[in-house]
């Protein structure tokens, strides 16, 4: 068992990538706290999961663009477990929109959950981690915050964002045995690709030298490495799981 006895918060953890990651702890003995705003689905599989899994998992409801409910996850956590060995800060929201058509309130929704969010959860997770003197904080970023693509300047702005906050977090908890990185997935088999029709995502697929999407589970792979001791020398880096998509064209 690869995270046995690690407690584990999982944000957006109701739903594609980071519901194949709450599995995958669970699988390898880790309590693991779903952490979302979607109450009723989140309980319901917290509940199923927790079942399942001999009482290792729970729901807590979390906005993460509430900073009061982003540190009492993080407080109640502490105090219920013990401990936050790990975090996957993984609650995010796509949103395509040529950018001389975006209004201030879109623009502003995806920077404020993609990016703020994954601030105020990196902080909270800090400061438990630090009392702790230690944990393994993982982001989520995306191939697009290395890469731009048209109708996502709210989207890359924020993952850009991710992926260079990561650095800092990484150099500045370092010497507190605080890890923290980033994952960028390519495009994965999940709800958040809805809105993309069918040609766009025959498009993007043939992107990835690979000629698939991703499946959650292997962004959950990856989690699975950055959350755990074997990656006990690992800081600052930004993972791409992404099918060969950053590697160049054939
Ligand atoms: N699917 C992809 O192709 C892809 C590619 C790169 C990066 N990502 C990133 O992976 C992460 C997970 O995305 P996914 O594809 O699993 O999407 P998803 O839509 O399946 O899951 C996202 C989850 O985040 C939750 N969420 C949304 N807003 C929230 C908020 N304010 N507070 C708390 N929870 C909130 C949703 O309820 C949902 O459960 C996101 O950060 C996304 O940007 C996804």
Redesign the pocket.
């Known amino acids: 068992m690869r995270l046995q006895d690690k407690n584990i918060i999982v ?2 953890g ?5 519901l194949a990651s709450v599995k995958r702890c669970l699988e390898e003995g880790a309590n693991v706290v779903i ?4 109450e009723s689905d989140g309980a319901a599989l917290a509940q199923k999961l927790d079942a399942e899994h001999s009482g290792r998992c729970l729901f807590k409801v ?4 509430d900073t009061t409910q982003v540190d009492t996850l993080f407080n109640d956590t502490q105090a219920e477990l013990g401990s936050v060995d790990a975090v996957f800060n ?4 796509g949103g395509l929109c040529p950018s001389d058509e975006l209004s201030d309130d879109d623009y502003l929704r995806i920077i404020d ?2 990016l703020n ?1 994954v601030f105020r959860v990196a902080r909270a997770a800090l400061r438990v981690m630090y009392r702790q003197g230690s944990g393994s904080i993982v982001n ?1 970023a ?3 915050g290395v890469f731009g693509q048209s109708q996502t300047a709210a989207y890359t702005a924020a993952k850009g964002g991710v992926v260079n906050m990561t650095r800092t977090l990484a150099i500045e908890s370092a010497p507190k045995g605080v890890r923290v990185n980033a994952i960028g ?4 088999d ?4 809805d809105e993309l029709d069918d040609e766009m995502l025959q498009g993007l697929i043939a992107l990835h030298p690979m000629g698939r999407l991703g499946r ?1 589970e292997e962004i959950a792979n990856a989690f699975l490495f950055l959350a755990s001791d074997e990656a006990s020398f690992v800081t600052g880096a930004h993972l791409l799981v992404d099918g060969g998509f950053t590697a160049g064209k054939s």
Do not use: F, K, Q
């Open positions: 944000t957006g109701a739903s594609g990538i980071g952490a979302d705003i979607e979390c906005d993460v663009t993984n609650a995010g929201i959950i993609n969010g989520c995306s191939i697009l997935p390519g495009y994965i999940t709800p958040l690709l959650p």
